[in-house]
C-alpha cells in the first residue's frame, strides 16, 4: 500500500509516499531526477544499513555516495563543505540531484548544499528517523546550526517529493523513535484534539513499532504539517504553530552544544511541557490537560525535565531565538489540547516562574 | 536627477536609482527596510570613504556596521561567518534589513548573508563600483567563490532595492573603473549594436569620467541587464547571455586564485576575446568585428591577452563551469556585434585551437 500526500505550493509542490519495501525499487526515481546525475548523501550510521539499496534504485543515473560522519555537532556551516567539496570534485552540474538518506540532520543539511550549489540544484529526501519522517523531512527548511543558535543559518527550499518508507523504522534505536513520538505528539497538541486521543490510546502500540499504527501516525502527522506549509511556507504567521515547545527546547539544545546529549525531540519534549505550564500560569488550560501532556510524555520515555540550565541562560538563548522580531519574543503557547497560539500577550513574571521551576 | 527602473519580477520586482548625492539622505531609505534594525555591511577600503554618510542615511534605525577585509579572497563559505556571527551575537532578528555597501565582492557576500541568515532577510544593494553598479548589484544572483570554481555557492536572492550613487565613482582606482568598463562593454556585444557604437564613440569621456556619460552606461546596462532577468530569472535559458565571456574569463579567476592579480572585469575582458575569436574560427562574425573589440578593449586599458594557464588547465577549469550541463559544455558566442548566442554546437578543435593560441 502506497499513501500519497501532497504539499501543495503552486510551481514547488511536491508529493509525500509512505509506504513499504520501497528503497531499492528503480521505479520510483525517474519522475524526480531531471538529469543524469545522483549523489546520496547519508552518515555513517545508515549506510551499512541502507546505502546499497537505495544505491540500486538509483542505478539507472550516474551516481556517487557521499558519506558524512553521524551526528548534530556536524551540523554546522562547515560541516557543509565535504559535500560541497565533493560535488565540485566531481564536477556535477545544475541538473544532479541530491537524495538525502537519513535523519534530520542528513535532510537539513543536503536540503541546504542543494539549496547553495551553484545556486541550487534538485533534492529528494529519503528520512530514515521517525522524527524525520512526520517532521524535518516535510516543508522545506533546511539549514545548520550556528553556535550561537540552532537552525540559524538556512534557506527555504523545497524537495521533488518525500519517500517515507516505514520499514526503516525496525533498525531505529529506541531513543530515537521516542524522540519522533515527541514531534507526533506536537501535531495533536497544536490543532488536532481527536489524533492527540488517538496517541493516549495508541501509544503502547506505537513503542511496540506496530506497522499499522505507525504509517497512520506519520500520514496524520504529514498531512497536519503540509496543512500548515501550504497555508505560510515561509513561517509569517500560521507556520510558527509548529515551532511548540521549540523556543525552550532549542535553548536546551543550544545550551547543550548538539552533541547528542539531548536529542532534538527530547528537548522538544520537555519544551512543550514547559509551555504547558506557562500555559497553565495564564489559566488557559487546565491542570488536568498539563498532566494529559506529561503522562503522555512519560509513557513515550521522554524527559519532562530540563537539564541544568539557569534562568538567565534560558532567558538570553530564547532572546536569541527565531521567534524573536523587533525585539519582543514570541511563544508558542496552549489555549487548549488542540489549539495552540503563537502570542507575545504573555506574562513575563509567569514565564519566569516557569524557568524558577525548572531551573 | 533621479532615474528608476524596475527590475520585474512579480513579487519579488524591485527599483534601481541611478542617482547622485543622495548617500546621506535619510528620505529614500524607509519604503525598503521594514523592521527597526539594519546592519551595514561594507570593507577597510570603502568603510572610511562612506561609511559615515551611508550611516546618517540610517539614522532613524538600529543601525551597526560591519567592516571586512578587501579582496576576492574574502568571498568564500568561511568568509561569509564575520557577517553571520555579528549577526546572531547581537540578537538581530528577521526584520533586519543588511546594506551591501560596496562592490561585487560586498554585494555578492551580502546578499548570500541576507539569503541564509535565519533562511533569509531583507537587503538593500548600495554599489560603489562600476562593475557592481551595471552588473552585480542587479539579478540577485548572490554567493561565493569554492576553491574549485569562482561563484559555485549562492544562492538566487532578490534586494529590496539598488541605490546607485554616480558620485563614488570618484573615488574609484582607475583599475576598477576599467574593469567596470568590460561589463559594459559586454551588454553592447550580447544585444545592443547601437549602444556598442555609442561606447565606440565615448570611451574617452567614459575613461575621463564625464559624469552625463557615465551615468548614460549604467543606465543602459541596467535597463539590459533588468530586461535579461526578468525574462529568466533562475538563467534556465536567456540569462546565460549574460556570461559572454565568462566562462574562459571564471578560468583565468579559479587558476589565478582570486587574489587580486586578475579582477573579475580584466579576466571577462580577455574571456569576450577569446570567445570573439572562437566565433570568427567558426565564421560566425569578421575579423573586423574583432578587431573592434580588441580595439575598444585595449582603449579602456583592458587586458587581450590571458595569464600564461596550459590548454589542458583551462579545459579542466571550464568543464567545473556552471554553464556544462550534463557533461556538455555550453558557450557563449558571437554571431555578430549585437547578437550573442548560448550553444554547445561549436567544434571542440576550433577551442582547441583558441586556447592554443592564448596558452
Redesign the interface.
Known amino acids: 500500500m502506497m499513501e500519497k500526500l501532497l504539499v501543495d505550493l503552486g510551481e514547488r509542490s511536491y508529493p509525500i509516499f509512505i509506504t513499504q519495501n520501497i528503497l531499492g525499487n528503480t521505479e520510483w526515481v525517474s519522475p524526480y531526477v531531471k ?3 545522483v549523489a546520496i548523501v547519508t552518515n555513517e550510521t545508515i549506510a551499512p544499513l541502507y546505502l546499497e539499496t537505495v544505491q540500486q534504485a538509483f542505478m539507472g543515473f550516474d551516481c556517487i555516495s557521499i558519506i558524512l560522519p553521524d551526528g548534530e555537532q556536524y551540523k554546522s ?2 560541516g ?2 565535504p559535500i ?2 565533493r560535488l ?2 566531481e ?1 556535477l ?3 544532479v540531484t541530491l537524495v538525502a538518506l537519513g535523519g534530520g540532520v542528513i535532510g537539513d543539511m543536503t536540503g541546504f548544499a542543494a ?6 540544484v534538485n533534492f529528494i529526501q529519503i528520512p530514515t528517523t521517525l522524527l524525520a519522517q512526520v517532521d524535518s523531512s516535510v516543508g522545506g ?1 533546511t ?1 545548520v546550526n ?4 540552532k537552525n ?5 527550499y523545497q524537495p521533488q517529493c518525500v519517500m517515507i518508507d516505514t520499514n526503516v523504522l525496525s533498525t531505529l534505536e529506541d531513543r530515537q523513535l521516542y524522540a519522533g513520538i515527541a514531534e507526533v505528539i506536537k501535531y495533536g497538541l497544536i490543532n488536532d484534539s481527536v489524533f492527540f486521543n488517538w496517541l493516549e490510546n495508541n501509544i503502547e502500540q506505537l513503542l511496540q513499532r506496530d506497522a499499522q499504527a505507525l504509517a497512520y501516525a506519520i500520514k496524520i502527522s504529514c498531512q497536519d504539517k503540509a496543512n500548515i506549509v501550504a497555508a505560510d511556507e ?1 513561517e509569517s504567521g500560521k507556520r510558527a504553530l509548529l515551532n511548540l515547545g521549540h523556543t525552550f527546547g532549542h535553548a536546551i539544545e543550544t545550551a547543550m552544544g548538539y552533541d547528542g546529549k539531548w536529542l532534538h525531540g527530547e528537548a522538544i519534549a520537555v519544551g512543550m511541557l514547559m509551555a504547558a505550564e506557562l500555559s497553565l500560569l495564564h489559566d488557559w488550560i487546565t491542570e488536568e490537560e498539563v498532566q494529559r501532556i506529561e503522562n503522555i510524555l512519560q509513557k513515550a520515555h521522554l524527559p519532562t525535565v530540563p537539564p541544568k540550565i539557569t534562568v538567565k541562560q534560558f532567558l538570553s538563548l530564547m ?2 531565538d ?1 521567534k ?4 519582543q519574543l514570541h511563544l508558542v503557547l496552549l489555549k487548549r489540547i488542540g489549539k495552540a497560539v503563537v502570542t507575545k500577550e504573555f506574562d513575563p513574571e509567569l514565564l519566569q516562574q516557569v524557568l524558577v521551576k525548572y531551573a
Do not use: E, S, W
Open positions: 538529469g543524469k546525475q556551516l562547515a557543509i563543505n560541497l567539496d565540485m570534485q564536477q552540474d545544475r541538473k539549496a547553495i550549489y551553484r545556486r541550487g527548511k539549514g550556528h553556535p550561537l543558535g540559524m543559518i538556512g534557506a527555504f515561509k532572546a536569541g527565531k524573536v522580531l523587533d525585539g
